[in-house]
């Protein structure tokens, strides 16, 4: 039997850096402002916030349901698939934002810093595990 999409365990960790990606967004939503106020950028870090955030959690969720099914493969075939899962995610990720930053749609800075969410958030969540103990 098949199981319902919010049962699986990539949709549980989604779900759980939700907070993390809502949380950077709005930070750097903010910084993004108040440096265009002050004229020290332009709307250029907003769109680089957002589209650097969406790419990153696309990115998440395409790891996660590839590492799902790799689960069902033998060692030697998961193997591969996760490696072409990888490189194909990152191309694809620079390959987004290095179009959207030929073209100056985004600034390249609020644009790579959502791509530390998970990890970001993984280290948080392991500092707060430990500190239960």
């Given at each position: 039997?098949?199981?319902?999409?919010?049962?699986?365990?990539s949709?549980?960790?989604?779900?759980?850096?939700?907070?993390?990606?809502?949380?950077?967004?709005?930070?750097?939503?903010?910084?993004?402002?108040?440096?265009?106020?002050?004229?020290?950028?332009?709307?250029?870090?907003?769109?680089g916030?957002?589209?650097?955030?969406?790419?990153?959690?696309?990115?998440?969720?395409?790891?996660?349901?590839?590492?799902?099914?790799?689960?069902?493969?033998?060692?030697?075939?998961?193997?591969?698939?996760?490696?072409?899962?990888?490189g194909?995610?990152?191309?694809?990720?620079?390959?987004?934002?290095?179009?959207?930053?030929?073209?100056?749609i985004?600034?390249?800075?609020?644009?790579?810093?959502?791509?530390?969410?998970?990890?970001?958030?993984?280290?948080?969540?392991?500092?707060?595990?430990?500190?239960?103990?």
């Open positions: 039997m098949k199981k319902k999409i919010t049962e699986t365990t949709f549980k960790e989604c779900m759980a850096l939700l907070p993390y990606y809502i949380g950077a967004l709005v930070l750097l939503g903010i910084v993004s402002v108040i440096l265009m106020i002050s004229g020290i950028g332009d709307y250029t870090l907003l769109t916030a957002v589209a650097g955030t969406a790419v990153s959690a696309l990115n998440f969720v395409l790891m996660a349901i590839s590492a799902e099914k790799a689960i069902t493969l033998t060692e030697k075939s998961a193997k591969l698939a996760m490696n072409g899962s990888y194909a995610r990152y191309i694809g990720t620079f390959i987004i934002l290095g179009v959207l930053m030929f073209f100056k985004i600034n390249p800075v609020t644009a790579v810093l959502p791509l530390f969410v998970p990890k970001i958030a993984y280290t948080v969540t392991a500092f707060k595990e430990k500190s239960d103990f």
